[in-house]
């Protein structure tokens, strides 16, 4: 066990056990990501109904588990071999399938499916996605596809098939939206929607197509003599196979390389409407702010496996006589890096579980900026890591480099940083969001105040910094109930954004702030 604190005199350094120098690249033996993670469990003790918990805690305990034994180690083999196109289909390394089918029953998309609600999900999500990002994006549209489809008569079949706990027979979900004329403008989309028989025939080209090989496809096409802009697209389903959708190539991608993203080509591709003219945009919304609350989960799960590496590496790693985590340098980066993680993640399952509570007013307040603050979030925490450990940080086979590669992608999809910073200004100017952040904050009066003065004035060139700033007070705001040292220090380098304060208050209670694991080299 590592004790805090402690110099390594030259006996301990050269003690039988102490053979490697070196973190091993591998999760330790009795890594448990739930133990480990005692915010998590408070957070979700506290907001679940008694009866929920006691459900849940045993089957996260479970994947707390599995997560560093079983999927890291799939996940790796995985992003080692990517999927490649093979004759008509798509030819996957096992790892994958087995990566499927331990996310089906872990329930780490579908469990509000099946008595649990969209938090325990979401929880179950975060743990998963700790050790496998990729696959967490096929999951996250299969969980949304399921939400549209469910909303709607006639596509009982393809839903309970989407939501199914055992990959015998389930079907997964896709979301075909972005074209060569782009991702953010979705309404310059040229896919064509023609009636054929008591169906649609779709013709046009998509542009990217993560899991490409899904059962169940939703995408926007023009309906005839449909208006231009977002207004004449109709949300349709389109089933594989299918005769007419064929994949030209797929990406070769820098990160989420286990999951097939590919260029598709639809050339009268059968197709059944979902939502018509008019109503198609606003039922693809519907999918898409369900998976920016997925991309925050992976965000916070990628910073948060990044900061356990740091922590480990520092109670691991000697270096000029002291392990590290007794180097105020290293100490005070994994101490900053842990009270991010935490805001993170709470505001990140608040809004979790404003969707339970039926918050609709809530929820699309905090999407927009929990997408956004956690994805950039993912990148930084990532890239931090891999400096933590130096050069084993950025080569295989430790997981900080593919820690970096699968973040890179979370501020991009789902729609940029940009793209959540212009939908936050239409939350404020048209749905309220300004007054319902406010409304809805326990504590710092004084600075929501201030905010919500400036918010009320918000345009295009403020928004992005607005809508950060309501994260970090959001952020803030939530840690004073949960973790009053934490909650001090993220107000310090996010609110007040007093980086020296923050150093007197990280050189006091450091350890503490950090949370130093009581993993590492036993010998020592
Ligand atoms: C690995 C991967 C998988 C993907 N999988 C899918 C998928 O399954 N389905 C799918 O539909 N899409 C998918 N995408 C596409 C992704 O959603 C888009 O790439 C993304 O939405 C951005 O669109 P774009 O690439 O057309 O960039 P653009 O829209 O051209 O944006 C380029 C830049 O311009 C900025 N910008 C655009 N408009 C504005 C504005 N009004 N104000 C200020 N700045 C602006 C953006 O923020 C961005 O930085 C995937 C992408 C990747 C990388």
Not at 99 to 110: C, G, N, S
């Amino acid at each position: 066990m590592v004790r805090e604190g402690r110099s390594l005199s030259r006996r301990d350094a050269d003690a039988p056990g102490v053979r490697t120098p070196y973190l091993p690249p591998e999760p330790l033996p009795d890594e448990d990501w739930l133990a480990d993670d005692p915010l998590l469990r408070r957070l979700l003790a506290e907001r679940l109904p008694a009866r929920s918990w006691a459900a849940l805690e045993p089957r996260l305990a479970r994947l707390g588990r599995a997560a560093p034994r079983e999927v890291d180690p799939l996940a790796r083999l995985a992003d080692a071999s990517p999927p490649v196109l093979a004759g008509e289909g798509i030819a996957f390394h096992p790892a994958y399938a087995r990566l499927q089918a331990l996310a089906r029953r872990h329930r780490v998309f579908t469990d509000a499916w099946h008595g649990g609600t969209r938090l325990s999900s979401l929880a179950l999500g975060y743990l998963y996605s700790q050790a496998e990002c990729g696959y967490f994006c096929p999951a996250c549209m299969t969980d949304g596809a399921a939400v549209v489809l469910a909303r709607r008569p006639g596509f009982e079949d393809v839903v309970a098939r989407l939501v199914r706990d055992e990959p015998e027979g389930a079907l997964e979900g896709a979301m075909f939206l972005t074209e060569t004329t782009g991702g953010s403008d979705v309404g310059t989309t040229s896919t064509t929607a023609a009636p054929r028989g008591d169906g649609w025939a779709l013709t046009g080209d998509k542009w990217f197509c993560s899991n490409a090989n899904a059962g169940a496809i939703l995408t926007l096409a023009r309906m005839p003599g449909g208006e231009p802009g977002t207004r004449g697209l109709g949300l349709f389903l389109l089933e594989q196979p299918n005769p007419g959708l064929r994949f030209v190539r797929l990406k070769d991608k820098l990160g989420v390389r286990s999951m097939a993203t590919g260029e598709g080509e639809l050339r009268g591709a059968p197709a059944r409407l979902v939502a018509g003219a008019g109503e198609g945009f606003k039922a693809m919304a519907e999918m898409v702010n369900l998976s920016r609350l997925y991309n925050a989960v992976a965000s916070v799960a990628i910073a948060r496996r990044a900061l356990r590496e740091g922590q480990k590496n520092g109670a691991w790693r000697v270096a000029f006589g002291r392990r590290l985590q007794d180097h105020p340098l290293y100490a005070r980066a994994v101490a900053a890096l842990a009270v991010d993680v935490k805001g993170a993640l709470l505001v990140t399952l608040d809004a979790a579980h404003a969707h339970d509570r039926g918050d609709h007013a809530l929820v699309r307040a905090l999407t927009p900026p929990a997408k956004a603050v956690t994805a950039r979030l993912a990148v930084r925490a990532a890239s931090e890591a891999c400096e933590m450990l130096g050069g084993n940080g950025y080569v295989q086979p430790w997981v900080t480099e593919r820690l970096l590669r699968d973040a890179q992608v979370l501020p991009i999809w789902e729609g940029t940083t940009n793209v959540q910073a212009l939908d936050f200004l239409r939350a404020c100017r048209r749905e309220g969001a300004v007054e319902t952040l406010v409304r809805a904050a326990t504590g710092l009066r004084d600075a929501w105040r201030a905010w919500a003065e400036q918010a009320r004035a918000m345009d295009e060139a403020s928004s992005l910094r607005l809508m950060t700033q309501a994260f970090h007070l959001r952020a803030a705001t939530l840690l004073r109930d949960h973790d009053l040292l934490a909650a001090e220090a993220y107000a310090l380098r996010h609110v007040a954004r007093d980086e020296e304060a923050f150093e007197r208050l990280a050189a006091r209670e450091g350890a503490a702030l950090a949370g130093w694991p009581s993993i590492g080299p036993r010998e020592l």
